[in-house]
């Protein structure tokens, strides 16, 4: 069932980072994550003039969002099936994310990062799903918790990683401080990044490191340019997002993760002052997104020879 959205967008007449009002459309075109969820929602991404942070406007309303984050946001990725009578993770699901866990780590090994922490460190990941990195770290030798809004926060819990359901902010975990602090694919959903990231600064310890990972704008896959995602980041965009909040970036670089099945950027800041701020074209970036919608109609226009192909029959591989 096509569902059309209730409640009007939101129309933003200023950028959420810089406050600047030039904007200037650089993607328009269906939200098929949306649309996968019986949403009939366009995505229409603007550059702004000031940063060039690239961000959705109009956007959905907190009541339209609200409704993307309930238990049906992990359910349609097959996440978890009810066995008998209780719910579990798909085993697939569980590996997958076990793996990405795994190369994360391995990054987290292979940059120098972990050499920066004594042993039993702490960890927290906000939007920790069901814990596959935080156990992963866990397993490391560090001290985690989780803070996840959805379901899956239970099964974190089943699994031995501390995790409080909700949405992060700073009543959630106050007091605590913590030694790395994550948001994997978390970021880029955020309202307020600014904000979100002055209320981290309270729960990072002395020395602390925060790490982002991202979709990469220079490398969009069409599921990227979709709602929930308010924002899409590129190296300078996030460097002068942090900036803002008074993060400077230690180490930044474009990541292929899944053995290559697509780009992200990985971010490791820490409190300072930020050093020189670049902005991306809005001919390239316009450039860029037009070219992964090009290739994405392209990949998805093979129905006919697809049938082609089905109707192919032979009575034997002999040459004849
Ligand atoms: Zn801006």
């Known amino acids: 069932m096509v569902r059309e959205i209730r409640g009007p967008l939101e129309k933003l007449s200023s950028c959420a980072v810089c406050g600047s009002k030039a904007q200037r459309e650089v993607f328009n075109g269906p939200d098929e994550f949306l649309q996968r969820r019986g949403m009939k929602i ?13 961000y959705a406007n109009p956007r959905m309303t907190d009541e339209e969002l609200s409704r993307v984050y309930d238990a049906e946001y992990w359910k349609t990725d097959a996440a978890y099936e ?69 379901p899956l926060a239970n099964f974190a819990k089943r699994v ?15 007091g605590r401080t913590y030694n790395l602090i994550g948001l994997m694919h978390v970021f880029e959903h955020l309202k307020d990044p600014v904000k979100f990231l002055r209320s981290l600064r309270g729960s990072m310890a002395k020395g602390g490191l925060l790490w982002l990972e991202l979709p990469d704008l220079a490398c969009p896959r069409p599921i990227d340019l979709s709602h929930p995602h308010l924002y899409f980041y590129s190296a300078n965009s996030i460097t002068t997002t942090l900036a803002k909040a008074g993060f400077k ?16 950027l990985h971010v490791f800041a820490e409190i300072g002052k930020p050093g020189k701020l670049k ?23 093979i129905g006919a020879l697809v049938k082609t192909y089905k109707n192919a029959r032979l009575a034997s591989l002999e040459n004849k």
């Open 249 to 264: 970036v230690k180490h930044l670089e474009t990541y292929n993760s899944r053995n290559g099945a697509f780009q992200v």
């Open 82 to 150: 009810k066995v008998g009578g209780s719910w579990r993770l798909k085993p697939p699901f569980v590996e997958d994310r076990l793996r990405v866990a795994a190369e994360r780590l391995h990054l987290l090994e292979t940059r120098g990062i972990l050499r920066r922490f004594k042993k039993g460190s702490s960890a927290l990941e906000v939007g920790s799903s069901a814990g596959f990195l935080l156990s992963t770290l866990k397993r490391a030798g560090w001290k985690v918790q989780g803070v996840e809004p959805t």
């Open 279 to 301: 902005k991306d074209g809005a001919k390239e970036v316009k450039a860029i997104l037009d070219d992964a919608w090009t290739l994405h109609r392209r990949k998805q226009n």
């Open 42 to 54: 366009k995505i229409r991404y603007v550059l702004c003039g000031g940063c060039s942070l690239v």
């Open 160 to 174: 031995g990683v501390p995790t409080k359901q909700a949405f992060f902010d700073e009543s959630v975990l106050r």
